[in-house]
């Protein structure tokens, strides 16, 4: 009898035995659809056996794999079982929320046009004469498949009845599979072909690097590719995705945001227009990402783009995986199955034996401190390509009076851009209208009953939104406190800035750029095209506007409210300020002409201004590593985060305590600290606190995690909700 194991997307880490008579070992990775409860439920099948620690009798039979249907291979798989014990997920979550939601939702057989038959490992491990002497169609259908690999359906469909039968017979044998998508039937790699358009001529650090990074690709090596904004990162990419392609292998690029991905996605067709290139994003369409992630895993697309959930797409001709601002905190999720993406992709090179090259004009402490250990390899790209670096000068802010939150010497440097027909960014680090509502006499301001966030006024609906938990409500006549009617906003947001800039430059053409303002589809493209063809003086916007963006004709960045993020209570607040700064200063002088970036502080002497006015990261980076050190933080400490949330903050708070005692029982050389209110304290009603877990040593602490999670998970608990986050990056 023939046993399945599987794994459903449910909050425990178990596995569940089905039997399943015709069950093969080429079936782990695949769907299945299984009796749950009194639902029929779709899993994963991590494993095939032959016998089951649950009496044979009680086990129930499995409704149906879908064969039909993609699913993971062996290699996905490890990926997927990595990624679930590094990060104490469970497996059958990890995996089913790896697929595309299309897929996921599906209840019956996919009907599919467009399929082909390949090689299953198994098949290619058989030798023809290993099968009967007698079954000479079924031997040489196995030869002709072990000689090319994939046969199209169109092939197979005009083959003799006897032909089509004995293909038939090797599938069910698990030799030969039907997969998704339609075959490319030119062999892939001589489409890899440049268009005929004269590439630029690489700078010699470029150069130098693509020979580095292309040196052997065919085993695993990590790269840090860092390199100051504006110094031709793409075109290193480029250089090094053809050299893979060119080997009929595909390439992974993972970008942080989606916004970045239309501009990318277009230079990568341009540079390769006969290959098939694909992105996989939130932002797709339920049957776009599931099309896309069947063209990754057959083969047909042989470039993915996409954001950190792409860090799973099924690729079998993987060959290199790029990630693009490695830096970003994005490559983080943050709720349900908290991996890194970036970290993952790492791992998955390792695996795969690939190179792996993480591009960073700021990158994170940790990647950095891995290039001065020799775990990353170290690759420079250290000069801008039009040599014009920015010039970076602060605006003392307690030394000029504020008009509508900008500084006279902004508003003369932008007036300069006006007249000689140059684009202006203001950059503002927040959302909406003027985010908080403060009253001036007894310093009352508009907080969220339900969270602890501030409430945020927009100024569409006049009302007071909260950006954390949802919440609304109408603006109050008069300060709840003290009565006082004279209530006005403090910090500017964007609706503000955009505002002010239309009332004192009437004649400029305004444009705002937010998350509220690009969130329906395709109109982040349209405002790029808008912009490109100068069709905007002043874009006003936040973080999306900060990243890769490339308008050669802006030459000014302001920088209105940057202090906000100096004094955060969480010590990767300067690190990030640093990065968000070089980025947006980055968008300034991509062009011909010299660029220009304003910053308004109170704090101008402050070392993080200074480095930044030098442009030297290395410099920054070793000063904070040295703090880190001395401090005991990442990434000379290694951490993990016992989140719980409960109706009271009391409840959560004693739940940790018994989670921290149970803890200190395990390994006394685990720091175990006291559990806190979280940050966010209230989210949505419930109250929120966290333990913080610290390590000198990584297979310590992993090895901690694990018994520490199964004896958390067997004291039954209905008073707090809880997860874990291993590397956390907000504390
Ligand atoms: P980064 O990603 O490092 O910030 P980009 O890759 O966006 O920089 O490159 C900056 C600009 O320089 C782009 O407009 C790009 O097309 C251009 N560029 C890159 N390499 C070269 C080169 N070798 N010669 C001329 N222009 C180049
Ligand atoms: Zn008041
Ligand atoms: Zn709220």
């Known amino acids: 009898m023939k046993i399945i194991r599987v794994g459903f997307d449910l909050p425990v880490d178990k596995l569940f035995d089905y039997r399943c008579d015709d069950a093969l070992p080429s079936d782990i990775g695949r769907c299945v659809l299984a ?29 149906r794999i879908l064969r039909e249907a993609t699913g993971f291979s062996p290699e996905d798989m490890r990926l997927i079982r990595f990624a679930a014990d590094y990060y104490h997920y469970p497996l059958g979550s990890v995996a089913v929320n790896a697929l595309p939601t299309g897929l996921r939702r599906m209840r019956a057989p996919t009907s599919s046009t467009s399929f082909h038959f390949a090689l299953t490992m198994l098949g290619a491990a058989m030798a023809a004469e290993d099968l009967p002497k007698r079954a000479l169609t079924k031997r040489c259908m196995l030869a002709l498949f072990q000689a090319q690999g994939v046969l199209s359906s169109t092939s197979v469909s005009e083959r003799t009845p006897t032909e089509k039968l004995a293909i038939k017979q090797l599938i069910k044998s698990g030799l030969v599979e039907r997969r998704e998508g339609l075959l490319t039937s030119i062999k892939t790699a001589d489409m890899a072909a440049l268009p005929d358009a004269p590439l630029p001529q690489l700078t010699g650090d470029q150069a130098a690097a693509v020979k580095v990074l292309s040196a052997d690709l065919s085993v695993f090596k990590a790269h840090l590719l860092l390199g100051v904004t504006g110094s031709g990162k793409t075109e290193v990419y480029l250089r090094v995705m053809h050299a893979v392609l060119t080997q009929g292998r595909q390439t992974l690029l993972l970008v942080p945001e989606i916004s970045l991905t239309p501009q990318l996605e277009d230079t990568v067709r341009q540079r390769f227009p006969n290959l098939k290139v694909v992105s996989l994003h939130s932002g797709l369409n339920k049957s776009e990402r599931l099309q896309h992630w069947v063209d990754a895993q057959s083969g047909a697309a042989r470039i993915v783009l996409g954001t950190r959930l792409a860090v799973f797409a099924p690729m079998p001709e993987l060959g290199l995986i790029i990630v693009d601002e490695e830096h970003d905190a994005s490559f983080k999720q943050n709720e349900g199955f908290r991996y890194s993406a970036r970290d993952l992709a790492v791992v998955r090179a390792r695996q795969r034996k690939v190179p792996v090259v993480l591009g960073s004009a700021t990158p994170a402490l940790e990647t950095w401190h891995n290039t001065s250990t020799g775990r990353y390899a170290l690759v420079r790209l250290s000069k801008r390509i039009n040599n014009t670096v920015p010039r970076i000068v602060c605006v003392n802010t307690r030394e000029v009076r504020l008009l509508d939150g900008l500084a006279p010497p902004l508003l003369a440097a932008i007036r300069r851009r006006l007249a000689a027909c140059e684009q202006t960014l203001i950059f503002i680090n927040r959302r909406g209208y003027a ?71 009437p004649q400029a053409r305004v444009l705002r750029i937010d998350r509220d303002s690009t969130r329906y589809k395709g109109a982040w493209r349209d405002m790029r095209t808008r912009i ?20 050669p004709n802006l030459s000014l960045v302001g920088v209105v409210n940057a202090d906000s993020l100096l004094y955060s209570s969480d010590f990767r607040a300067p690190e990030r300020l640093y990065a968000l700064l070089t980025q947006v200063a980055g968008r300034a002088g991509r062009g011909e002409v010299q660029g220009e970036v304003l910053i308004q502080t109170h704090f101008p002497d402050q070392p993080l201004y200074a480095a930044l006015r030098d442009q030297n990261y290395t410099r920054f980076a070793d000063a904070l590593l040295n703090e880190r050190r001395a401090a005991g933080l990442p990434p000379y400490q290694y951490q993990a985060l016992l989140r719980a949330e409960a109706p009271s903050i009391d409840t959560a708070i004693q739940w940790l305590s018994r989670a921290a005692a149970t803890a200190r029982n395990i390994d006394n050389s685990i720091t175990i600290y006291d559990p806190v209110p979280a940050g966010m304290m209230r989210l949505a009603g419930r109250e929120r606190a966290q333990l913080l877990i610290q390590s000198s040593n990584r297979a310590r602490l992993q090895h901690f995690l694990a018994v520490w999670r199964a004896l958390l998970a067997d004291t039954r608990t209905t008073a707090a909700r809880w997860s874990l986050d291993v590397d956390p990056l907000e504390i």
């Open 435 to 505: 985010p908080v509502l403060m009253c001036h006499n007894c310093s009352w301001l508009s907080n969220c009953h339900r969270c602890s966030a501030k409430l945020v006024l927009h100024l569409k609906d006049r009302r007071l939104h909260c950006h954390h938990c949802g919440h609304q409500s109408a603006v109050p006549q008069a300060c709840p406190d003290c009565g006082n009617a004279d209530l006005s906003p403090v910090g500017q947001g964007t609706q503000r800035i955009e505002t002010a800039l239309a009332a004192r430059f």
């Open 35 to 63: 009796p749950l409860g009194r639902r029929s439920a779709l899993g994963i099948v991590p494993d095939v056996a032959d016998t089951s620690t649950v009496a044979l009798g009680r086990l129930k039979p499995a409704t």
């Open 532 to 551: 490109e063809a100068r069709e905007v003086d002043i874009l006003v916007g936040t973080q999306i506007l900060a990243k890769g963006h490339d308008f």
